[in-house]
């Protein structure tokens, strides 16, 4: 049963290398992580989408060949979309004179570009050592290290819980990788999604079985395909819906962009 795929992220580690290694270059930051961590995770990815093959009874020939046409499509028509977007655009990827529910908020480029600044210009050497503000954040690698002992004890104790073996610690922490860009909203919407997942699978597993696959590509590309519309159809013209709390493009923390330095003077930011 095809059960997990999990990508585990190299982006913070190859950050805090090079940010020790060469601090003060946030260019070098950037390319050093993007070679380091994006490399790894596509290839993972392709491990996964032969992982799914296999279990499909694709050959892997087949697979591959779909893969390679896919890479190759899918990035030249990337960059022409990104090239034509910020040509185009106007004030795309700055939230701040974008109206509310514009999606061209650019998360993903913005979390590069903040780590250019705390890895690369700042450098973890001023962040998360006794020299900076954040050493306490060190814990989390023993945190990390230690957390599975407890449900591997559990395990051994209680053989006839059968859902404790269902308890992942890495794929739950796992989760909170997407913490940078997606918000609170999207892992309500995950939540309610895996959770209508279960039910069915328990309730209807014929049904499950045979779209599962199909559903999940759907809720994936039917929010892109929405957003390029919304945008064709009436955000290019000047329409924009409802503004309310659901479609607010703010970081929903009104200290979030404060300096944690003490002594500096910012409006609207207690000094500390």
């Known amino acids: 049963m095809y059960t997990k795929h999990i990508i585990y992220l190299l982006d913070l580690i190859t950050e805090l290398v090079i940010g020790y290694i060469d601090p003060g270059k946030p260019i070098a930051i950037v390319a050093f992580k993007t070679y380091g961590y994006s490399s790894v995770t596509q290839a993972l990815s392709l491990l996964g989408d032969f992982k799914m093959g296999h279990y499909m009874k694709i050959p892997p020939k087949s697979m591959f060949i779909v893969q390679l046409v896919g890479t190759i499509v899918s990035s030249t028509v990337y960059v022409g979309t990104a090239w034509w977007l910020l040509t185009s655009v106007e004030n795309i990827c700055d939230p701040d004179y974008l109206p509310n ?131 064709f159809a009436l955000q290019s013209k000047g329409k924009y819906g409802p503004s309310w709390w659901g479609d607010d493009i703010s970081f929903d923390c009104p200290l979030a962009r404060c300096p944690t330095a003490p002594g500096i003077d910012v409006e609207d930011c207690p000094v500390l």
């Not at 998360?107 to 250019?116: A, D, E, H, L």
């Not at 600044?117 to 060190?138: A, H, S």
């Not at 309610?192 to 499950?208: D, M, Q």
């Open 101 to 231: 529910g514009s999606p061209w908020t650019c998360p993903g480029s913005n979390v590069f570009y903040s780590t250019s600044i705390i890895w690369g210009v700042v450098g973890p050497l001023r962040m998360f050592t006794d020299k900076g503000v954040y050493p306490e954040q060190n814990w989390w690698f023993l945190i990390g290290f230690l957390a599975p002992i407890p449900v591997w004890f559990l395990q051994r104790k209680f053989p006839e819980k059968k859902w404790i073996k269902w308890i992942h610690v890495p794929l739950i922490l796992n989760a909170t990788a997407d913490m940078p860009t997606a918000r609170a909203v999207n892992y309500w919407s995950w939540g309610f999604v895996g959770f209508v997942s279960y039910i069915i699978n328990r309730r209807y597993k014929g049904w499950w079985a045979k779209h599962k696959y199909i559903l999940s590509a759907a809720l994936d590309a039917g929010v892109a395909f929405l957003g390029v519309i919304l945008y």
